[in-house]
């Protein structure tokens, strides 16, 4: 099957009989040219449009019927949707091949998110009842019309589309049988943006509840700028993907210049990518432009759609999109925008003071809100006016809008009103199932209808849950009626459990905290997919007045209702004190409190409340006493604090001490991190919030924004000194060429790009390092802006293999010239051969490592060796190629169920084996480890290959290759300087190593593990998938058909074994002191730096090993090995990781991440790509069995990856592509 043809063609003709013969005649020709969706785009046949332009009875029939007059819409879309299916049935029975009719539903000339008055930013000259109203006649008479698809497409305002998606809804439910719909938007410049100001990612969330057969782009580009936008979409949508851009950008004169054979060629590269299954042109052109792009893609495979994309994610979107899930931080919903919780802004709201409520909103978002509520429920107020003209102001402000908004109304008459002032994708807040089941369910399909995610709220008929029991059973019941009788996606649901006042002096109030936190584990227990939210403000609302402790209870109860799963809440973003800051004796009431240990905690808090009140002197004076500390101290208060009260004047008085920081860059490098290193630990220990490191990111910026102008003097005193002396600083024309290094996106290493980049630059090459995580467009921009005559990628992860992948197609598409260079740990010559160098006609040469780049380089950039050196490549390369793909061939696989019989008579001796129980059961968090005791645990032959220093038999190894006459003295230099780097990084604690580790029971269940609750052996918590050696000549060899869940006890023994699992990191800091040396333009210590931390982050995992063998697992207490011993495994255990031999997939990360809480305990992250950040990151499981061992699953067949696709819930694309290089067959080859 070949990618479709969408024609999009406006032609102007007159009602009358003669004309819709002669459009007829027309469309006939058009659908004989290979036509086969005739797409009739009634875009403007609206009475709107049609009392704007004052044209009685004119029509674009057939395939544009653009205007007509209010009360002909119904007929002239009816009659036009029976010309076009009349064309479509003729030519289909002279042809053969079906044919389809599309009716084109377009965007208006109104919109619903601008104001057509500058002066009056909350004025719309439509509604939203008005559009629905009009676009549900327009479609009614397609529908009855025969049309056979609808397409809401020109979007430009993301709300008009919803209007009529909406019409489209209502159509579907009351009366029509539904039919396929199509969705375009309309990206106006190249910032990727509709006029109305979203993302394309932002856009496509916002219409993706109406669930579009196909969604895509048309108009406003040509095809070369629309590119980038069809190439993201195509990558991040389930649906199919669909674009018509113009026949190019308009000329002066307004008309389009693409030939049918440019704008087909262009069209033709968008298919052969893999990006479409509909294309054609919009404004432009012609049918020859149709007939053109018909020729050319024909025999193009169509894209193949991905499937579970956003399986556990809760979309949202402002202008920008947002993804909420399992791998994401506590959400803040900001509170302020709510005349009932905040006296000022309910008083500038009254008083019709809306660009003051604005600021308020503005600073909410500036504080840290990623998600505002917005609530008008007061009695002074016309709720449903103000509600429309908040909204409607915040449309215009890009700084608020790029959020999404929480709805928020207790009237749903408000609730529909800010619905309809909104284009993006929101939360409604809330609903219940207080008025009954009909009542719940009427209001859930028409927040659905306008695309909302809702909260809801435990009550129902009988009253508000106060107990965790029931407040489960009322979310249970209100979860299956969203699903089964509302159709709701469960990742759109959101519970509040209710957070009621706590320590009122009721007894029955005592547990409403506990009871909440108890109910959220629940609820994330029972209900999948949905999340947990609540308004903070009630739990303290018996002090109110009393701001000290209300902030310091509601910093307490958000620190344990995070940890037991509460995933977003309605707070004060930027309010709340951190948990450690707390006074110790308040600490103390607040746990209580919450926690209800305390029969008398209600007097207790009431007497402390008395002791601090009327103390504001005091208190203003407690505050000001950390003004008397020395000038580092006081700088790392207002980092912690958030304070920028003092920060330029202590950043200036720290600058003039020459004698503590010589340079204005030392100020920052000194105070200033060591505060934001502070305010990152309390981050990732979870007692600081996103607002509060916002606050402080932004006293950080104003800090250094004054230090910026004379750290900028002092440089162009250096350039003037180098003047001086004859230096020239203009080094551009010295260069032999010009070099753009790159990390591809998703991954974080960047040691070995480094020191390519020091080799170049030593051999007189101009090298710009775009550093980690660099996306493909950026990477080739800059490499057109700096004229570059090479670009290099480089990679450690095996998912950076389909980047580079990527990155070659498009240098390809681009037409450019200059050769690429693949390197880095996961590459290899024959992937580079077989993968990436097909994807582009000039070089492409895989680089060993940095001794080989200039070598590499020089002959590649002399005219003189060009030529021969890439016919050597070209010509090995297809050696490489043929010797690859007959290895596919011959390499023969075991059946799956072959290689598991084959496991069965493997001896583990389960009916002898006697697991034994870890110690120390759960998790356990090592942070700010100390490393000096690291340090004996530093394997340094890995230290000795990043400086590329080998020594040759015997002197191979440490400390052998000090031996070495050749390298030793070299080999013993960088030793001595490594460990006089390591005695400054411990003694100044410069590098910081974090760590958490948890065992957990669990049991083999086939190829895969089950992870058990530790109190509960019959709960299955999370499942750790295994893939399994398959390679035939290995078992005739007399080998294995190993699995990871071989050293497991299988669950029919019905032992409970156990299974531990670890992620290490020595590379917090690491960035930091790389970039000092980067100032000081010293890339050996840069390169030092990072091979130290990646040193240390293995120690880390190697004394962490033998701690959990001896001490927390216990299985092997009483061993005692040399550290040789300890490198060369004699220990009993092994520590397979994620994306190495053992296990090949990296995704497997993600369920070892959501079981310890890794980036909550530790900071550690993961990638897109699943690469570990900080870089100096080691992860991977334990497995205690005396028979365990490392092994390589090698190549698998297509029967294991559908298998594990299964027992996974992943589409077999997906795996294919995270396992690529484990395959024993081309996946292409189909």
């Known amino acids: 099957?070949?990618?479709?043809?969408?024609?999009?063609?406006k032609l102007f003709m007159k009602y009358t009989s003669p004309t819709w013969m002669l459009g007829l005649t027309l469309l006939r020709q058009i659908l004989s040219m290979g036509q086969p969706l005739l797409s009739r785009i009634t875009e403007w046949n609206i009475w709107l449009v049609q009392v704007c332009w004052e044209l009685p009875l004119v029509a674009l029939v057939c395939l544009c019927v653009r205007v007509c007059v209010c009360m002909q819409v119904y007929r002239m879309n009816k009659t036009s949707a029976e010309i076009a299916n009349r064309a479509c049935a003729d030519v289909t029975k002279s042809t053969g091949i079906r044919r389809f009719s599309i009716g084109a539903i377009g965007p208006t000339n109104r919109t619903l998110s601008l104001s057509p008055s500058v002066e009056k930013p909350e004025y719309r000259n439509i509604t939203f009842d008005e559009l629905v109203r009009a676009y549900g006649e327009q479609v009614r008479g397609l529908l009855d019309g025969g049309i056979e698809i609808l397409m809401v497409e020109?979007?430009?305002?993301?709300?008009?589309?919803?209007?009529?998606?909406?019409?489209?809804?209502?159509?579907?439910?009351?009366?029509?049988?539904?039919?396929?719909?199509?969705?375009?938007?309309?990206?106006?410049?190249?910032?990727?943006?509709?006029?109305?100001?979203?993302?394309?990612?932002?856009?496509?969330?916002?219409?993706?509840?109406?669930?579009?057969?196909?969604?895509?782009?048309?108009?406003?580009?040509?095809?070369?700028?629309?590119?980038?936008?069809?190439?993201?979409?195509?990558?991040?949508?389930?649906?199919?993907?669909?674009?018509?851009?113009?026949?190019?950008?308009?000329?002066?004169?307004?008309?389009?210049?693409?030939?049918?054979?440019?704008?087909?060629?262009?069209?033709?590269?968008?298919?052969?990518?893999?990006?479409?299954?509909?294309?054609?042109?919009?404004?432009?052109?012609?049918?020859?432009?149709?007939?053109?792009?018909?020729?050319?893609?024909?025999?193009?495979?169509?894209?193949?759609?991905?499937?579970?994309?956003?399986?556990?994610?809760?979309?949202?979107?402002?202008?920008?999109?947002?993804?909420?899930?399992?791998?994401?931080?506590?959400?803040?919903?900001?509170?302020?925008?709510?005349?009932?919780?905040?006296?000022?802004?309910?008083?500038?709201?009254?008083?019709?003071?809306y660009e003051q409520a604005l600021q308020v909103a503005k600073l909410q978002v500036e504080n840290g809100a990623q998600i505002l509520d917005i609530n008008m429920d007061e009695g002074m107020l016309d709720s449903t006016a103000a509600m429309t003209k908040f909204v409607n102001l915040i449309s215009s402000e890009p700084d608020i809008a790029k959020v999404p908004l929480c709805i928020d109304s207790s009237k749903f008459e408000v609730v529909e009103a800010g619905l309809k002032a909104t284009q993006a994708r929101c939360i409604v807040n809330s609903i219940s199932l207080k008025e009954g089941e009909e009542d719940f369910l009427e209001k859930a399909r028409i927040i659905k209808r306008h695309g909302a995610a809702v909260v809801v709220m435990a009550f129902d008929e009988v009253g508000q849950a106060t107990g965790a029991t029931r407040k489960l059973e009322i979310c249970q019941r209100s979860y299956q009626l969203l699903i089964e009788k509302a159709n709701f996606n469960p990742n759109d649901i959101i519970f509040d459990p209710n957070i009621l006042t706590i320590a009122t002096g009721i007894d029955e109030h005592s547990s409403y905290g506990v009871e909440y936190i108890n109910a959220t584990k629940l609820i994330k227990n029972c209900l999948p997919g949905a999340r947990v939210s609540g308004g903070l403000s009630n739990l303290s609302f018996a002090f109110r007045g009393n701001e000290i402790v209300r902030e310091a209870m509601h910093s307490v109860f958000l620190y344990h209702a995070i940890k037991a799963g509460m995933d977003m809440g309605i707070v004060n973003a930027g309010n709340l004190p951190v948990y450690d800051d707390i006074p110790s004796v308040?600490?103390?009431?607040?746990?209580?409190?919450?926690?209800?240990?305390?029969?008398?905690?209600?007097?207790?808090?009431?007497?402390?409340?008395?002791?601090i009140k009327g103390t504001a002197t005091k208190s203003q004076s407690s505050e000001e006493e950390w003004r008397s500390y020395d000038t580092e101290q006081r700088l790392e208060h207002s980092l912690v604090k958030g304070i920028d009260k003092y920060v330029i004047e202590d950043t200036e008085e720290a600058r003039q001490d020459k004698s503590k920081y010589p340079r204005p860059l030392n100020v920052i490098e000194g105070p200033l991190m060591k505060g934001m290193s502070i305010v990152g630990d309390l981050f990732g220990s979870g007692k600081m919030f996103l607002p509060q490191v916002i606050k402080s990111a932004r006293v950080m910026k104003k800090a250094v924004s004054h230090l910026v102008p004379f750290m900028e003097k002092e440089k162009e005193e250096n350039i003037a000194r180098m003047q001086e002396q004859g230096i020239d600083v203009e080094e551009e024309d010295y260069h032999l060429g010009t070099i753009v290094l790159a990390t591809v996106k998703g991954d974080v290493h960047d040691i070995g790009k480094n020191i390519v980049g020091v080799v170049l630059g030593c051999n007189n090459y101009k090298v710009v390092d775009l550093g980690v995580m660099t996306p493909c467009d950026k990477i080739l921009n800059t490499a057109i802006e700096e004229k570059a005559d090479i670009v290099g990628l480089s990679g450690l992860i095996t998912p950076s293999l389909e980047e580079m992948i990527h990155?070659?197609?498009?240098?390809?598409?681009?037409?450019?010239?200059?050769?690429?260079?693949?390197?880095?740990?996961?590459?290899?010559?024959?992937?580079?051969?077989?993968?990436?160098?097909?994807?582009?006609?000039?070089?492409?040469?895989?680089?060993?490592?940095?001794?080989?780049?200039?070598?590499?380089?020089?002959?590649l950039l002399d005219d003189s060796k060009m030529k021969e050196f890439f016919d050597e490549v070209v010509e090995e390369y297809e050696d490489i190629c043929d010797d690859y793909y007959q290895s596919l061939k011959n390499h023969k696989s075991l059946p799956l169920e072959k290689a598991r019989s084959k496991a069965k008579l493997l001896q583990f001796h389960w009916d002898t084996y006697k697991p034994v129980v870890p110690k120390k059961l759960g998790i356990t968090v090592l942070n700010d480890y100390d490393l000096a005791k690291l340090i004996p645990y530093i394997d340094w032959k890995p230290f000795f290959d990043v400086w590329q220093l080998r020594g040759k038999y015997p002197n191979r190894g440490y400390p052998k290759i000090f031996n070495d006459t050749e390298v030793g003295p070299q080999a013993r230099k960088e030793f001595d300087a490594a460990q006089e780097m390591l005695k400054m990084i411990v003694e100044k604690r410069l590098l910081k190593a974090n760590g958490v580790v948890a065992l957990f029971p669990a049991c083999a269940d086939g190829d895969d593990i089950r992870v058990l609750d530790v109190d509960d052996h019959s709960k299955v918590v999370d499942t750790l998938y295994g893939l399994r050696q398959q390679a035939e000549r290995q078992v005739e060899q007399g080998g294995t058909t190993l699995c990871i869940s071989d050293f497991v006890a299988p669950?029919?023994?019905?032992?409970?074994?156990?299974?531990?699992?670890?992620?290490?990191?020595?590379?917090?800091?690491?960035?930091?002191?790389?970039?000092?040396?980067?100032?000081?333009?010293?890339?050996?210590?840069?390169?030092?730096?990072?091979?130290?931390?990646?040193?240390?982050?293995?120690?880390?995992?190697?004394?962490?090993?033998?701690?959990?063998?001896?001490?927390?697992?216990?299985?092997?207490?009483?061993?005692?090995?040399?550290?040789?011993?300890?490198?060369?495994?004699?220990?009993?255990?092994?520590?397979?990781?994620?994306?190495?031999?053992?296990?090949?997939?990296?995704?497997?990360?993600?369920?070892?991440?959501?079981?310890?809480?890794?980036?909550?305990?530790?900071?550690?992250?993961?990638?897109?790509?699943?690469?570990?950040?900080?870089?100096?990151?080691?992860?991977?499981?334990?497995?205690?069995?005396?028979?365990?061992?490392?092994?390589?699953?090698?190549?698998?067949?297509?029967?294991?990856?559908?298998?594990?696709?299964?027992?996974?819930?992943?589409?077999?694309?997906?795996?294919?592509?995270?396992?690529?290089?484990?395959?024993?067959?081309?996946?292409?080859?189909?």
Request: hydrophobic share 40%; charged share 20%.
């Open 1051 to 1230: 669950k029919s023994t019905g032992i409970v074994d156990y299974i531990g699992m670890f992620a290490v990191s020595a590379g917090f800091g690491s960035a930091e002191l790389c970039n000092k040396y980067k100032e000081e333009l010293d890339d050996y210590n840069v390169i030092m730096v990072k091979a130290l931390a990646d040193r240390l982050a293995e120690a880390f995992a190697e004394a962490l090993h033998e701690i959990v063998r001896k001490d927390y697992w216990g299985y092997n207490d009483e061993e005692s090995f040399a550290t040789d011993d300890l490198l060369q495994i004699k220990y009993q255990g092994i520590r397979p990781a994620p994306g190495y031999p053992s296990q090949p997939d990296h995704t497997e990360k993600c369920t070892m991440w959501r079981l310890m809480n890794v980036e909550e305990h530790t900071g550690i992250k993961l990638t897109e790509s699943l690469a570990m950040d900080p870089p100096a990151s080691v992860s991977a499981l334990y497995f205690s069995h005396p028979s365990s061992s490392y092994f390589a699953v090698g190549k698998i067949a297509k029967d294991q990856v559908v298998d594990y696709a299964k027992r996974k819930s992943e589409s077999v694309a997906n795996v294919e592509k995270w396992l690529a290089s484990s395959l024993s067959y081309d996946p292409e080859a189909r």
């Open 807 to 859: 990155v070659a197609k498009e240098m390809e598409r681009r037409k450019m010239n200059i050769p690429l260079l693949i390197g880095g740990a996961t590459t290899s010559k024959t992937h580079t051969a077989v993968k990436i160098a097909p994807q582009y006609t000039k070089p492409c040469v895989h680089v060993l490592d940095a001794s080989k780049s200039v070598v590499v380089v020089s002959a």
């Open 586 to 611: 308040l600490l103390q009431l607040c746990e209580s409190a919450v926690w209800n240990v305390d029969s008398n905690i209600t007097e207790k808090l009431l007497d402390y409340a008395q002791s």
């Open 1 to 9: 099957m070949t990618c479709c043809l969408l024609l999009i063609l």
């Open 154 to 353: 020109t979007i430009f305002d993301t709300a008009n589309a919803k209007a009529a998606l909406y019409a489209i809804d209502e159509l579907f439910e009351s009366k029509y049988t539904p039919v396929p719909v199509f969705v375009s938007g309309t990206i106006v410049d190249k910032s990727g943006r509709t006029l109305s100001g979203q993302t394309t990612d932002a856009f496509m969330i916002s219409v993706t509840h109406a669930q579009p057969m196909c969604l895509g782009l048309n108009c406003a580009l040509g095809a070369l700028e629309m590119h980038p936008f069809i190439t993201s979409i195509s990558r991040v949508t389930e649906a199919f993907v669909l674009c018509y851009p113009n026949a190019g950008l308009p000329n002066a004169m307004g008309g389009y210049d693409e030939t049918p054979e440019i704008m087909s060629a262009k069209l033709k590269s968008f298919a052969e990518e893999g990006l479409l299954n509909i294309v054609g042109g919009c404004c432009g052109s012609t049918p020859a432009h149709i007939k053109a792009i018909a020729e050319a893609v024909k025999g193009i495979p169509p894209r193949v759609r991905p499937t579970n994309l956003f399986i556990d994610s809760l979309l949202l979107a402002g202008l920008e999109p947002m993804k909420v899930n399992k791998y994401s931080n506590f959400v803040n919903i900001g509170e302020r925008c709510n005349v009932a919780g905040s006296k000022k802004f309910c008083r500038l709201i009254v008083s019709d003071q």
